[in-house]
């Protein structure tokens, strides 16, 4: 038994010593994967960007009622004093916290 390696065998097992282009197919791979990379990472900031809005909108309702509260919890005499009629504290309090604008609104038109 001969434990030599043929040339044919040692060919491959070795690495190639000049650099090969990729075929197309793995061109065309090549640019799915980075697509695909892409398009996950778009994905991510998307979502993130939604749970950010979303964070904002919450903190700012929060503030909302505890204005209301807070004005609730004053006389009618308080009230007058700061220029609040004791019917609209709830537009009171909306006016002090407004919620967060859209930042697409002014890039969208009308088709």
Not at 31 to 60: M, N, P, Q, S, V
Not at 63 to 68: A, K, M, N, S, V
């Amino acid at each position: 038994m001969n434990s030599r390696i043929t040339p044919a065998e040692a060919a491959l097992l070795m690495p190639l010593a000049t650099p090969r282009r990729p075929s197309e197919a793995e061109q065309i791979e090549a640019i799915i994967a980075e697509a695909r990379r892409a398009r996950d990472a778009a994905l991510a900031e998307r979502i993130a960007g939604f749970f950010r809005g979303l964070r904002e909108i919450l903190t700012t309702l929060r503030r909302r009622r505890e204005t209301i509260e807070e004005l609730r919890a004053l006389s009618d005499r308080q009230l007058k004093d700061i220029g609040v009629a004791p019917g609209n504290i709830a537009a009171a309090a909306a006016n002090a916290t407004p919620l967060p604008a859209n930042d697409l609104a002014g890039t969208r038109h009308a088709a």
